[in-house]
């Protein structure tokens, strides 16, 4: 983590895309949570507290890989 290389800052933006991803994707189990709600077909409102719960996991993990992508990316301009 200490030397800065371009593979690395990429890695880290793949994983932020996948973290927004995540997050995009979970808002359809979300929706799916409410209408089954509405429906009668999910009684406890599982489906729709594992969908909020992958929005904050997707959100939090495109955030720390953004951070970490934006270091690397800094300290290669400051290297060159």
Do not use: C
């Amino acid at each position: 983590m200490n030397n800065p290389t371009w593979p690395k800052a990429f890695a880290f933006i793949g994983l932020t895309v996948m973290g927004l991803a995540l997050a995009y994707y979970s808002t359809t189990i979300a929706t799916a949570g409410v209408a089954g709600r509405i429906l009668g077909t999910d009684k406890s409102g599982d489906v729709l507290s594992i969908g909020s719960a992958f929005v904050m996991v997707g959100v939090a993990m495109a955030a720390v890989f953004g951070f970490l992508a934006l270091t690397q990316i800094r300290g290669l301009g400051r290297r060159a």
